[in-house]
Structure formats: C-alpha cells, structure tokens
C-alpha cells in the first residue's frame, strides 16, 4: 500500500506544477476522497492508481495498518485536502470573471446599444438643435438683410445664405476626416470658436458681401466642424437600434427651428440687427458643453473593461492578461478609414448624388423661401415665426416616429423614404395656392413629412450601403455635394424670383427637384443588377 500512495503524491504533484488546467479534475478527485471518507470503504488497487487512496478511510474501518503507513497517510490525507481548497478558491475566482473578460475570450462587454450610447445621442441631439437652429432661423435673417440692405437684390443676399449652406456641405468631407484624426471634441470645440468669431465679426455690417463671409462661411465652415462628429459617433455606438438613434439625432434639426425662429423676432424686436448677433454668439458657444461628452468609443469600451476588472477578485498577473486583451480587442476599434476615395468609382453611391442633386433644390431652400411667401401675401414676422416653428416642431416628431418606427415595425427604409419625397414634392406646389397661415401650416406638416423621412434614414442608408467603417468619406462626399448646390441653388432661386417677380416658379423648382430625387433613388436595384453584372 506505502508504494501505491507514494506514486499518487507523486502524481498529484505533477498535476500542481500543470496550473489551473487540471482545477476542476482536483476538485472532482477530492469530492471522491470526501465521499470515501463518510462511507469508510477500503479502497482497491484500481482506486489506487487512480490516487484515490487514503489511509484515513482504511482506519475507520479498523484495519490494522504501520505505524508508517499510518504517517504517511495522514499527511497524504492533509495535502488533499489543502489542494482540494486551493481548486475551490480557484474555481469561486473563475466564477466571479464574466466569460468576456477572460484571456480566452477576445470579445470585450459592448458599449454599444445601451449605457453611454444614450448619453452620446442625447448630446449630438442637442448640438444639432444649436446647429441647424441657427440654419433653420437664417429665414427670419435673410428678411432682416433685405430690410437692412434694401439697395442690394434678393440673388445678392442670397449668397450669404449661398455661404451658410455651401461652407457647411462643401467641407464635410475634410471634417469628417479632421474628426477622425483629431477626436470629436477637439474639432468641436474648434468650430464652437468659429461660430462665435463670425456672430462677434458680423456686427459692423459693412456691406452684404462682408455679412456672408462672416455670418456665411466663418459660421458654417465652424457648424460643419461642430455637427460631423456627431454622425460619426452616432454610427460607432449604435448597431441594432441605428434607425432609432439616427431618428433622435436628426430630430435636434427641427427643434432648433422650433426654438431659434422666435428667439431671433424677439432678440431683433429687443435689441436690434447688433443685438441679436451678440446674443446668438453667447447661445452658440453652448454647442462646446455638449461636444464635452462626446465621448469616443474606444475611450468607452476601455472604461467598461476596468470598472470590470475592479470588480473581480484575482491575482495581478490574471488581470493583466485580461487588460492586455481588452487593449488589443479596443484597438480594432480604431482602424477607421477616414477618407475612401473608391466610393467615388461606386455606381450605386453615384445614384445618391446625382439624388441629392435633385433633392437639394428644396430641403433647405424650402425653410429660407417659406417667410418670404409668407410675407408676400401679408403674414407678419411674428406670424412667420410661428410657421416656421410650427414645421419645425412637426419635422421633429416625425423625424423620431420615423426612426422609431421602421425599427420597432422592421418596414425596409428603401421603401419609406421614396414615399417621403413625393409627398414632400406635393406640397411643395401646394404652397403655391395658399393665402392664409392654416393653409400654409396644413401644407408644412404634409412637408415636414417629406423632411423628416430624409433626414431620419438617410445616414442609415449610407451604413447599410456601404459600411460603418466608410461612414466619414460616404456621408462627407453625401454633405459636399450638398454644399456645392447650396453655392448654386439660393442665387438661382432668388434670381427666377427677380426675374418672375413672384415665388411661384422656385415653390414649383423645388417640388420637381424632390420628385425627381425619389425617381433615381428607385433605380438603385437595377443600378446594383448593372454594377454587379458587369464586374462578373
């Protein structure tokens, strides 16, 4: 029996110097010596060589053993048992390590979805409101130039609108990639300063061309830098509910129309042209505590990974391996193109600028020209600004029913945003018959329906299309378009209204540009049949 139970200590001790590998056969062995020792049983040769045997069992059952064995199988008894504790307290650390920690398991807890997700959208909401406020209001702006520079012609105060839009579009391709490189909050804290500088700047008002170089190219290259990262991010943390959240973020564009319209009345009411530039300066700057917490997602993911790994109890070395897995699976998350210029060779991205080619001439230019036919069949400001934030208000609700919807009823966006356009194309030509402000506001709802479908699901197209890794160059070059029609169309526009003396003709411009976008946008199957047959 002595030569027996030494080649089990033997054996045991071999297993020790294996590791945590053979834990859980330690812990099944010592449950069979505890299950020995209540029943007394002896033990046979087979249990044996097993290294099962235990002299305290044979004791229990009175058999007469030497005083040597008896040595020595007490003190094989003892070390089982303090290995047999060991296993245990390993096996209760394994169990308080969540499986996505572990070495083994390279898949870091998801921040995406849930958590800070949330917090992120509710900031890039709120930086759209400051952004696009300001845009949306630039309406009520336009007509106070026109009054202030009654000598220059509505194709000249177009251009500061021309700036506005164009700088804003024209760039998102460079900010896009400028948000990659530097962060998200660098870049807009940076546009935040340019804003601020171009409100301050524009206050002399020496003539048009100097209001759109200020409160036109400075301010929008500066809401271009302060508006982009927020796509960007927005894309990173959201993956299932990516309709839903893209739904929130675009209804931020609607509210700050609802808010800034009367805000701008009241301040020009108040305190004059001057007045109102300085206070707009003081509420833009707000888009910089907002851009604090747009936290990047790697930086998000390192902090889920070490608020676990305080939680857990184990030796320094298992949690540093742990560490250096979470840093190498968070480094993935980086690898992010920031410019792909091969989009630009893509047929089926093509078919989306020629589609904003079209729908450019009414997504923004309907928000300017509304306060302008408004006061031509005899609404007053304040009634203007009460349209204006009316249609507002009714583009933000729908813009997140839109989200929620196509989410929580699975509906395929290719399908919901055509259908959005045209009814936006119709009411653009039905503006054109109204005379009194519940007209105009029945019509803006049938609009903000139009508007709301576009913006709402464009972004999750562009993801669905071509990936979240191109989000940067796709919705850049998507933006750039935008800018280079918003140089072109505000001075077409106000020159077929010089030319007509009327608003008719571009209400009818840009009820045809919508239709004849929701058209391309249908040819996108066949494009995709055309592309794929030819590279086969």
Partial sequence: MFPAAQESSEHNLKEEEEGLTHSSREVGHGKAHSSEKEHGTAHTSGEEKDGTAHSLGKEEDGTAHSSGEEEHGTAHSSWKQQDQGQNEGQQSIHAMIPMSLCPE???????????YAWVVVAGVFWINTLCAGYIKSFGITYLLLLQYFPDDSAAAVGWVMGMLLGTRGLLAPVMGAMAVKIGPRRSILIGTLLITLG?????PKLSIYYMAATVGSLVGIGICMSETPGILLV?????????????????????????????????????GLQGTFILLAGVMMHIAVFGML???????????????????????EYAEKCNEKAAAVTHKTLQKKALDFTLLWNPKYLLYIVMVLFTNLSMPQFLLYLPAYGHSV????????????????????????CGFLVHKLNVKETFVFPVGLVVGGLSCFLVTFCSAMWQLMLVTTLYSIGLATFWAL????????????????????????????????????????????????????????????????????FIAKISKGCKE
């Fill in 199 to 203: 409100l301050l700047l524009a206050i």
């Fill in 235 to 271: 894309t990173d943390y959201f993956v299932e509910r990516l309709s839903f959240a893209n739904g929130i973020r675009a209804s931020g564009n609607p509210m700050g129309g609802f808010l800034f319209s009367p805000m701008v009345v009241f301040f020009n009411e108040q305190f």
């Fill in 458 to 525: 464009i972004n999750t197209l562009l993801v669905n299309d071509f990936g979240p890794k191109s989000v940067a160059t796709s919705w850049g070059f998507f933006r750039m378009t935008q800018g280079i029609t918003n140089f072109i169309y505000p001075s077409l526009l106000g020159l077929m209204q010089d030319l007509t003396q009327s608003l008719m003709v571009p209400f009818f411009i840009m009820g045809t540009g919508l239709i004849l976008g929701s058209a391309v946008f249908t040819l996108r199957p």
């Fill in 105 to 115: 398991s390279p898949t870091p807890p998801s921040a995406r979805d849930r958590g």
């Fill in 378 to 401: 005899g609404l007053t400001n304040y009634q203007n600004s009460i349209i204006s934030s009316y249609l507002s208000a009714t583009d933000c609700i729908f813009r997140i029913s």
């Fill in 294 to 316: 747009m936290r990047p997602l790697e930086l998000q993911e390192q902090i889920l990974y070490h608020q676990h790994l305080r939680k857990i109890r184990a030796s320094s």
